[in-house]
């Protein structure tokens, strides 16, 4: 059983888990979405709730910060709770003037300057990228609901307060959109172990303005993006 997530039983963790990073975005999300949700997890106070939408059971569970905590978590869904469909809900700082704060963008790919992939003993460089079944799900859920996103390279990274710069204008000269710190790490579990997984982010920093949002607004105002993942839900459930 995991140490991490602490759900009673398999069965309590729907086949398709939104993975906010803060968790108390996974609380909002639970109480202004899901019909019914329960709180399986509270360990560490990164909290994990399973409810329906439309009907639908649907899952959603904090990860933390950065790729180490992203991998616990992830891991554990994938391997001890059958989750099937991954689908990270975050925040990104955005490389480019016309991909503004409060744009939803998604990495089709994530570049990386992590060590993350030593773990798979791969003799060589990886790509880790998203699911093609949940991406074309998400172009669906994107008609449904009216909501637009741009779809990707982002780089997710380790250090958080770099000491360079002008270190992101390097990536922003390979095309490469916004920056996080979580979507290879979940990419590479999936890809290992046979499942599906996206990455969406709101964007919340801005490093060409400047233009940062507020915390309430990281929390409980980027709603969008997560009725998108929500309506992923749905149709991959109705597939």
Same mark, same amino acid.
């Given at each position: 059983?995991?140490?991490h997530i602490?759900?009673?039983n398999?069965g309590?963790i729907a ?11 996974a609380k ?5 979405y899901? &019909?019914?949700?329960?709180c399986y997890t509270d360990?560490?106070?990164m ?6 939408y ?9 990860t933390?910060m ?6 616990? *978590?992830?891991?554990?869904l994938?391997?001890e709770?059958?989750? @099937?469909?991954?689908?990270r809900i975050?925040t ?8 503004k704060?409060?744009d939803?963008v998604?990495g ?7 060590? *993350?992939?030593?773990a798979?003993?791969?003799p ?7 699911s *093609?079944?949940?991406l074309?799900?998400?172009? &669906?859920?994107s ?6 996103f ?7 990274c &380790?250090v958080? *307060?770099?000491?360079?710069e002008?270190w992101w204008?390097r990536?922003?000269?390979m ?10 790490a ?7 172990n046979h499942?599906?997984?996206l990455?969406?982010m709101t ?5 060409? $303005?400047?233009?940062?949002a507020?915390t309430?607004e990281r929390?409980?105002?980027? $709603?969008?993006?997560m ?6 839900a749905?149709?991959?459930?109705? @597939?």
């Amino acid at each position: 059983m995991s140490t991490h997530i602490n759900a009673a039983n398999r069965g309590d963790i729907a086949e398709t888990v939104l993975l906010p990073g803060d968790p108390l975005r996974a609380k909002f999300i639970a109480e202004t979405y899901l &019909d019914n949700p329960v709180c399986y997890t509270d360990i560490r106070n990164m909290l994990g709730y399973t409810g329906t939408y439309k009907g639908v059971p649907v899952s959603v569970q904090g990860t933390g910060m950065g790729m180490p905590s992203m991998g616990i *978590y992830s891991w554990e869904l994938m391997t001890e709770y059958g989750v @099937k469909n991954l689908i990270r809900i975050g925040t990104a700082g955005s490389f480019h003037e016309d991909i503004k704060i409060g744009d939803i963008v998604v990495g089709v790919a994530a570049s990386t300057d992590s060590n *993350y992939i030593h773990a798979f003993d791969v003799p060589g460089n990886y790509a880790p990228c998203a699911s *093609y079944e949940l991406l074309s799900t998400l172009r &669906d859920a994107s008609e449904t609901t009216g909501h637009t996103f741009k779809a990707g390279n982002i780089v997710s990274c &380790d250090v958080f *307060y770099e000491l360079k710069e002008d270190w992101w204008k390097r990536w922003k000269s390979m095309g490469v959109m916004a920056v996080e710190m979580e979507a290879a790490a979940l990419y590479m579990n999936a890809a290992y172990n046979h499942v599906n997984a996206l990455a969406m982010m709101t964007i919340s920093d801005h490093f060409v $303005t400047g233009e940062k949002a507020t915390t309430e607004e990281r929390q409980e105002k980027f $709603t969008e993006m997560m009725e998108l993942a929500l309506d992923i839900a749905v149709k991959m459930h109705n @597939k």
